[in-house]
């Protein structure tokens, strides 16, 4: 059975950083594309960043050059450094699996980051 856990959410204030980690069991994680998504309050689930089987790493342009998406294959764990968190990052921020980057097919339960002004 795979699963993903998220950890490392959080409250903080604008401008402070957070490491969010997805720790995987069932899968490994250098052989599928691991993603970050996240989703606030009344909006839909939004992509946030990506690495692949390669190495090769996605942002969306909103949190392009603030967040930075990692992966420790002797962990078997994807982390998601963000810094310079804005109040607009406010969300619960899930991992995902799959097998390419536009086909998740196993995602975590969510963890909250709470950002405040």
């Known amino acids: 059975q795979v699963q993903l856990v998220e950890s490392g959410g959080g409250l903080v204030q604008a401008g402070d950083s957070l490491r969010l980690s997805c720790a995987a069991s069932g899968r490994t994680v250098s052989r599928y594309t691991m993603a970050w998504f996240r989703q606030a309050p009344g909006k839909v689930r939004d992509f946030v960043a990506r690495?692949?089987?390669?190495?090769?790493?996605y942002y969306a342009d909103s949190v392009k050059g603030r967040f930075t998406i990692s992966r420790d294959n002797a962990k078997n764990t994807v982390y998601l450094q963000m810094n310079s968190l804005k109040p607009e990052d406010t969300a619960i921020y899930y991992c995902a699996s799959g097998p390419m980057a536009v086909s998740y097919d196993t995602w975590g339960q969510g963890t909250q980051v709470t950002v405040s002004s």
């Open positions: 690495i692949s089987r390669d190495y090769g790493t």
